[in-house]
Protein backbone atom coordinates (compact mmCIF):
# COMPACT_ATOMS: atom_id res chain seq x y z
CA UNK A 1 0.00 0.00 0.00
CA UNK A 2 3.15 2.43 0.93
CA UNK A 3 4.56 1.30 -2.43
CA UNK A 4 1.45 2.61 -4.06
CA UNK A 5 1.15 5.73 -2.70
CA UNK A 6 4.72 6.22 -3.03
CA UNK A 7 3.78 5.64 -7.10
CA UNK A 8 1.28 8.04 -7.01
CA UNK A 9 3.36 10.88 -5.65
CA UNK A 10 5.92 10.27 -8.46
CA UNK A 11 3.17 9.59 -11.07
CA UNK A 12 1.98 13.17 -9.94
CA UNK A 13 5.20 15.00 -9.87
CA UNK A 14 5.79 14.02 -13.22
CA UNK A 15 2.50 15.55 -14.34
CA UNK A 16 3.42 18.61 -12.40
CA UNK A 17 6.13 19.11 -14.85
CA UNK A 18 4.49 21.03 -17.73
CA UNK A 19 8.18 22.48 -19.41
CA UNK A 20 11.87 22.88 -18.53
CA UNK A 21 11.78 24.99 -16.20
CA UNK A 22 10.48 25.50 -12.59
CA UNK A 23 8.03 28.43 -13.77
CA UNK A 24 5.95 25.41 -15.39
CA UNK A 25 5.72 23.26 -12.38
CA UNK A 26 2.60 23.23 -11.11
CA UNK A 27 1.58 20.43 -8.23
CA UNK A 28 -2.04 19.84 -6.58
CA UNK A 29 -2.03 18.14 -3.29
CA UNK A 30 -4.85 16.24 -3.74
CA UNK A 31 -3.27 15.12 -7.12
CA UNK A 32 -1.38 11.93 -5.46
CA UNK A 33 -4.31 10.69 -4.06
CA UNK A 34 -6.27 10.93 -6.83
CA UNK A 35 -3.48 8.58 -8.30
CA UNK A 36 -3.78 6.22 -5.61
CA UNK A 37 -7.55 5.91 -5.80
CA UNK A 38 -7.70 5.20 -9.17
CA UNK A 39 -4.92 2.68 -8.82
CA UNK A 40 -6.48 0.87 -6.22
CA UNK A 41 -9.48 0.93 -8.91
CA UNK A 42 -7.16 -0.56 -10.99
CA UNK A 43 -6.08 -3.80 -8.66
CA UNK A 44 -9.70 -3.90 -7.81
CA UNK A 45 -10.94 -4.24 -11.44
CA UNK A 46 -8.72 -7.05 -12.06
CA UNK A 47 -9.64 -8.85 -8.22
CA UNK A 48 -13.05 -8.64 -9.96
CA UNK A 49 -12.01 -9.60 -13.49
CA UNK A 50 -10.38 -12.68 -12.06
CA UNK A 51 -13.09 -13.73 -9.58
CA UNK A 52 -15.43 -14.04 -12.79
CA UNK A 53 -12.64 -16.12 -15.21
CA UNK A 54 -12.00 -18.06 -12.13
CA UNK A 55 -8.53 -19.12 -10.93
CA UNK A 56 -5.47 -20.26 -13.37
CA UNK A 57 -6.07 -23.43 -14.35
CA UNK A 58 -2.96 -25.29 -16.18
CA UNK A 59 -5.16 -27.85 -17.88
CA UNK A 60 -7.85 -25.16 -19.02
CA UNK A 61 -5.71 -22.47 -20.49
CA UNK A 62 -2.57 -21.51 -21.44
CA UNK A 63 -0.81 -19.19 -19.01
CA UNK A 64 -0.05 -16.58 -21.77
CA UNK A 65 -4.12 -17.15 -22.79
CA UNK A 66 -5.27 -16.84 -19.25
CA UNK A 67 -3.32 -13.37 -18.36
CA UNK A 68 -4.26 -11.89 -21.41
CA UNK A 69 -8.13 -12.20 -20.97
CA UNK A 70 -7.81 -10.98 -17.60
CA UNK A 71 -5.65 -7.86 -18.88
CA UNK A 72 -7.70 -7.21 -21.45
CA UNK A 73 -10.76 -7.85 -19.72
CA UNK A 74 -10.21 -5.40 -16.35
CA UNK A 75 -8.50 -3.17 -18.33
CA UNK A 76 -12.47 -2.65 -20.02
CA UNK A 77 -14.01 -2.60 -16.99
CA UNK A 78 -11.59 0.11 -15.40
CA UNK A 79 -11.92 1.98 -18.71
CA UNK A 80 -16.01 1.36 -17.93
CA UNK A 81 -16.30 2.65 -14.33
CA UNK A 82 -13.76 5.61 -15.50
CA UNK A 83 -15.54 7.09 -18.58
CA UNK A 84 -19.11 6.29 -16.64
CA UNK A 85 -18.13 8.16 -13.03
CA UNK A 86 -16.26 10.86 -15.27
CA UNK A 87 -19.91 11.18 -17.44
CA UNK A 88 -21.76 11.47 -14.28
CA UNK A 89 -19.84 14.09 -12.84
CA UNK A 90 -19.67 16.11 -15.73
CA UNK A 91 -23.65 15.75 -15.90
CA UNK A 92 -23.86 17.32 -12.39
CA UNK A 93 -21.24 20.40 -13.18
CA UNK A 94 -22.92 20.50 -16.45
CA UNK A 95 -19.45 20.87 -18.54
CA UNK A 96 -20.65 17.34 -20.80
CA UNK A 97 -18.88 18.95 -23.56
CA UNK A 98 -15.74 20.42 -22.49
CA UNK A 99 -15.25 16.82 -21.08
CA UNK A 100 -16.18 14.94 -23.32
CA UNK A 101 -15.00 16.10 -26.70
CA UNK A 102 -12.68 14.03 -29.03
CA UNK A 103 -9.12 15.23 -27.88
CA UNK A 104 -10.01 15.54 -24.19
CA UNK A 105 -11.58 11.96 -24.30
CA UNK A 106 -8.63 10.61 -26.49
CA UNK A 107 -6.20 11.94 -23.51
CA UNK A 108 -8.02 10.83 -20.93
CA UNK A 109 -8.48 7.66 -22.59
CA UNK A 110 -4.35 7.35 -23.08
CA UNK A 111 -3.87 8.26 -19.35
CA UNK A 112 -6.41 5.84 -17.88
CA UNK A 113 -4.54 2.89 -20.28
CA UNK A 114 -1.13 4.07 -19.46
CA UNK A 115 -1.94 4.64 -15.59
CA UNK A 116 -3.67 0.58 -15.92
CA UNK A 117 -0.59 -0.97 -17.50
CA UNK A 118 1.86 0.76 -15.08
CA UNK A 119 -0.18 -0.52 -11.80
CA UNK A 120 -1.79 -3.70 -13.59
CA UNK A 121 1.44 -5.17 -15.25
CA UNK A 122 2.70 -5.15 -11.83
CA UNK A 123 0.13 -6.14 -9.95
CA UNK A 124 -0.27 -9.26 -12.79
CA UNK A 125 3.19 -9.70 -11.89
CA UNK A 126 2.71 -10.56 -8.79
CA UNK A 127 -0.37 -12.31 -8.84
CA UNK A 128 1.60 -14.78 -11.49
CA UNK A 129 4.01 -15.26 -8.94
CA UNK A 130 1.35 -16.46 -6.31
CA UNK A 131 -0.16 -18.53 -8.35
CA UNK A 132 3.40 -20.24 -9.76
CA UNK A 133 4.39 -20.68 -5.99
CA UNK A 134 0.61 -22.27 -5.20
CA UNK A 135 0.61 -24.74 -8.32
CA UNK A 136 4.44 -25.66 -7.18
CA UNK A 137 3.12 -26.05 -3.46
CA UNK A 138 0.10 -28.36 -5.00
CA UNK A 139 2.55 -30.38 -7.01
CA UNK A 140 4.57 -31.46 -4.19
CA UNK A 141 1.77 -31.47 -2.05
CA UNK A 142 0.03 -34.23 -4.70
CA UNK A 143 3.85 -35.83 -4.87
CA UNK A 144 4.18 -36.90 -1.06
CA UNK A 145 0.40 -38.19 -1.20
CA UNK A 146 1.13 -40.18 -4.12
CA UNK A 147 4.53 -41.74 -2.70
CA UNK A 148 2.32 -42.22 0.75
CA UNK A 149 -0.46 -44.09 -1.41
CA UNK A 150 2.22 -46.17 -3.42
CA UNK A 151 4.10 -47.00 -0.11
CA UNK A 152 0.47 -48.01 1.57
CA UNK A 153 0.10 -49.97 -1.73
CA UNK A 154 3.14 -51.81 -1.60
CA UNK A 155 2.42 -52.71 1.77
CA UNK A 156 -0.99 -54.00 0.81
CA UNK A 157 0.96 -56.34 -1.70
CA UNK A 158 3.14 -57.57 0.81
CA UNK A 159 1.45 -57.85 3.89
CA UNK A 160 2.13 -61.43 4.57
CA UNK A 161 -1.27 -61.73 6.88
CA UNK A 162 -3.63 -60.73 4.26
CA UNK A 163 -1.78 -63.15 1.47
CA UNK A 164 -1.35 -66.26 3.87
CA UNK A 165 -4.90 -65.44 5.34
CA UNK A 166 -6.28 -66.12 2.18
CA UNK A 167 -4.00 -69.05 0.64
CA UNK A 168 -4.80 -70.65 3.84
CA UNK A 169 -8.47 -70.34 2.55
CA UNK A 170 -7.66 -70.89 -0.82
CA UNK A 171 -6.11 -74.49 0.31
CA UNK A 172 -9.20 -75.48 2.12
CA UNK A 173 -11.40 -74.80 -0.87
CA UNK A 174 -9.23 -76.75 -2.92
CA UNK A 175 -10.17 -79.87 -1.06
CA UNK A 176 -13.67 -78.79 -0.20
CA UNK A 177 -15.10 -77.29 -3.41
CA UNK A 178 -12.87 -76.86 -6.08
CA UNK A 179 -15.44 -74.62 -7.58
CA UNK A 180 -15.61 -72.28 -5.16
CA UNK A 181 -11.95 -72.25 -4.82
CA UNK A 182 -11.37 -71.70 -8.35
CA UNK A 183 -14.13 -68.38 -7.94
CA UNK A 184 -11.91 -67.38 -4.73
CA UNK A 185 -8.55 -67.37 -6.82
CA UNK A 186 -10.08 -65.46 -9.58
CA UNK A 187 -11.10 -62.91 -6.92
CA UNK A 188 -7.87 -63.28 -5.41
CA UNK A 189 -5.92 -62.77 -8.46
CA UNK A 190 -7.83 -59.83 -9.32
CA UNK A 191 -7.38 -57.89 -5.75
CA UNK A 192 -3.87 -58.19 -6.87
CA UNK A 193 -3.70 -57.33 -10.16
CA UNK A 194 -5.76 -54.03 -9.25
CA UNK A 195 -2.92 -53.22 -6.79
CA UNK A 196 -0.34 -53.54 -9.12
CA UNK A 197 -2.11 -51.66 -11.59
CA UNK A 198 -3.33 -48.77 -9.50
CA UNK A 199 -0.28 -47.77 -7.42
CA UNK A 200 0.18 -44.39 -7.39
CA UNK A 201 -2.74 -42.61 -6.12
CA UNK A 202 -5.22 -42.64 -9.63
CA UNK A 203 -8.31 -41.60 -9.87
CA UNK A 204 -10.60 -44.55 -11.24
CA UNK A 205 -14.25 -44.79 -12.33
CA UNK A 206 -16.90 -45.28 -9.69
CA UNK A 207 -17.78 -48.93 -10.69
CA UNK A 208 -14.44 -50.37 -11.04
CA UNK A 209 -13.90 -49.07 -7.41
CA UNK A 210 -17.49 -50.89 -6.55
CA UNK A 211 -16.38 -53.91 -8.05
CA UNK A 212 -12.86 -54.33 -6.33
CA UNK A 213 -14.01 -53.46 -3.02
CA UNK A 214 -17.10 -56.24 -3.53
CA UNK A 215 -14.15 -58.72 -4.30
CA UNK A 216 -12.16 -57.75 -1.49
CA UNK A 217 -15.34 -58.71 1.03
CA UNK A 218 -16.08 -61.32 -0.93
CA UNK A 219 -12.56 -62.94 0.43
CA UNK A 220 -13.12 -61.81 3.56
CA UNK A 221 -16.65 -63.53 3.69
CA UNK A 222 -15.02 -66.69 2.52
CA UNK A 223 -12.40 -66.33 5.52
CA UNK A 224 -15.31 -65.33 8.36
CA UNK A 225 -17.94 -68.34 6.89
CA UNK A 226 -20.14 -64.73 5.77
CA UNK A 227 -20.00 -62.67 8.56
CA UNK A 228 -20.15 -59.24 6.24
CA UNK A 229 -23.02 -57.95 4.27
CA UNK A 230 -22.44 -55.32 1.55
CA UNK A 231 -25.52 -53.45 -0.26
CA UNK A 232 -24.34 -52.13 -3.67
CA UNK A 233 -26.24 -48.91 -5.64
CA UNK A 234 -28.79 -50.19 -7.29
CA UNK A 235 -28.32 -48.94 -10.51
CA UNK A 236 -24.42 -48.77 -12.20
CA UNK A 237 -22.20 -46.23 -11.40
CA UNK A 238 -21.57 -43.22 -13.94
CA UNK A 239 -18.53 -43.46 -16.47
CA UNK A 240 -18.30 -40.44 -15.91
CA UNK A 241 -17.25 -40.22 -12.31
CA UNK A 242 -14.27 -40.53 -10.45
CA UNK A 243 -12.62 -41.72 -6.67
CA UNK A 244 -9.12 -41.63 -5.87
CA UNK A 245 -8.02 -45.71 -6.13
CA UNK A 246 -8.72 -47.78 -3.52
CA UNK A 247 -10.49 -45.01 -1.58
CA UNK A 248 -14.21 -47.15 -1.23
CA UNK A 249 -11.97 -50.51 -0.87
CA UNK A 250 -10.14 -48.90 2.25
CA UNK A 251 -13.50 -47.36 3.68
CA UNK A 252 -14.89 -51.27 3.13
CA UNK A 253 -11.65 -52.11 5.30
CA UNK A 254 -11.82 -50.21 7.77
CA UNK A 255 -15.48 -51.32 8.58
CA UNK A 256 -14.28 -54.89 8.71
CA UNK A 257 -10.99 -53.99 10.58
CA UNK A 258 -12.80 -52.10 13.41
CA UNK A 259 -16.51 -53.51 13.68
CA UNK A 260 -17.41 -57.41 14.70
CA UNK A 261 -19.44 -59.46 12.31
CA UNK A 262 -20.48 -62.96 12.64
CA UNK A 263 -22.59 -65.51 10.31
CA UNK A 264 -25.52 -64.95 12.63
CA UNK A 265 -25.11 -61.39 12.63
CA UNK A 266 -23.71 -60.06 9.68
CA UNK A 267 -22.32 -56.93 9.70
CA UNK A 268 -24.17 -54.82 7.10
CA UNK A 269 -22.10 -52.19 5.10
CA UNK A 270 -24.59 -49.98 2.59
CA UNK A 271 -22.82 -48.45 -0.55
CA UNK A 272 -25.20 -45.51 -2.37
CA UNK A 273 -24.68 -43.50 -4.67
CA UNK A 274 -25.88 -40.00 -6.46
CA UNK A 275 -24.65 -38.07 -9.41
CA UNK A 276 -22.34 -36.26 -7.03
CA UNK A 277 -21.59 -38.03 -4.05
CA UNK A 278 -20.70 -41.88 -2.89
CA UNK A 279 -22.22 -42.99 0.70
CA UNK A 280 -20.49 -46.04 2.59
CA UNK A 281 -21.92 -46.87 5.36
CA UNK A 282 -21.58 -49.49 8.50
CA UNK A 283 -23.19 -50.68 11.35
CA UNK A 284 -20.86 -50.08 14.49
CA UNK A 285 -20.39 -53.06 16.56
CA UNK A 286 -17.04 -51.82 18.10
CA UNK A 287 -14.20 -54.13 18.69
CA UNK A 288 -12.47 -54.36 22.71
CA UNK A 289 -9.47 -53.48 21.15
CA UNK A 290 -9.14 -50.74 18.55
CA UNK A 291 -7.11 -51.50 15.32
CA UNK A 292 -4.88 -49.54 13.74
CA UNK A 293 -4.83 -47.18 10.39
CA UNK A 294 -8.41 -45.69 10.30
CA UNK A 295 -6.92 -42.15 11.41
CA UNK A 296 -4.05 -42.51 8.82
CA UNK A 297 -6.05 -43.66 5.80
CA UNK A 298 -9.23 -41.25 6.44
CA UNK A 299 -6.37 -38.17 7.11
CA UNK A 300 -5.01 -39.51 3.85
CA UNK A 301 -8.12 -39.61 1.83
CA UNK A 302 -8.62 -36.05 3.07
CA UNK A 303 -5.35 -34.71 1.63
CA UNK A 304 -6.06 -36.21 -1.64
CA UNK A 305 -9.44 -34.64 -2.10
CA UNK A 306 -8.11 -31.13 -0.67
CA UNK A 307 -5.54 -31.36 -3.51
CA UNK A 308 -8.27 -33.12 -6.58
CA UNK A 309 -11.04 -30.71 -5.77
CA UNK A 310 -12.20 -27.60 -3.61
CA UNK A 311 -14.97 -30.48 -2.03
CA UNK A 312 -14.22 -32.07 1.13
CA UNK A 313 -15.33 -35.49 2.05
CA UNK A 314 -17.89 -36.25 4.86
CA UNK A 315 -17.59 -37.93 8.22
CA UNK A 316 -20.72 -38.71 10.19
CA UNK A 317 -20.68 -40.92 13.42
CA UNK A 318 -23.68 -42.02 15.52
CA UNK A 319 -23.88 -44.60 18.23
CA UNK A 320 -24.94 -47.37 15.90
CA UNK A 321 -23.09 -45.84 12.15
CA UNK A 322 -20.02 -44.65 10.77
CA UNK A 323 -20.72 -42.78 7.24
CA UNK A 324 -18.01 -41.50 4.65
CA UNK A 325 -19.35 -39.31 2.31
CA UNK A 326 -17.16 -38.86 -0.87
CA UNK A 327 -17.13 -36.29 -3.52
CA UNK A 328 -17.11 -38.14 -7.09
CA UNK A 329 -15.10 -35.92 -9.22
CA UNK A 330 -15.50 -35.09 -12.97
CA UNK A 331 -14.01 -35.27 -15.90
CA UNK A 332 -12.35 -31.99 -15.96
CA UNK A 333 -11.00 -32.69 -12.28
CA UNK A 334 -9.84 -36.03 -13.66
CA UNK A 335 -7.39 -34.55 -16.43
CA UNK A 336 -6.30 -31.56 -13.37
CA UNK A 337 -5.05 -34.46 -11.43
CA UNK A 338 -1.49 -34.35 -10.38
CA UNK A 339 -0.80 -37.95 -10.22
Given at each position: MLLL?????VMALSYAVQGSSWESFSFKVDGPWWLFLQSLLVIQCIRWARGFLGPY?????????????LWVGSL???LVLMKGSGLLIALAFDNVARNFNTYTLLFSTLADVLLFSLVGNAYLLWQYLQDYHALQQKALAAEKIAIQHQYQ???KQLDPHFLFNNLNVLSQLIGENSLRADRFLHKLSDLYRYTLHHQTGDLVRVNDELIIAQNYLFLMNERFDNSYRLVL?????????YVPCFS???LVENAVKHNVGSPNAPLLITIRQTPDE???ENERRTRPRKSDGLGIGLENLQKQYAILSDRAIQIKQTETSFRVILPLLTVAEYERSPY
Open positions: LGFSYQPSLSQIATYYAGLFFSLKPATPGLDDRVQNLMV
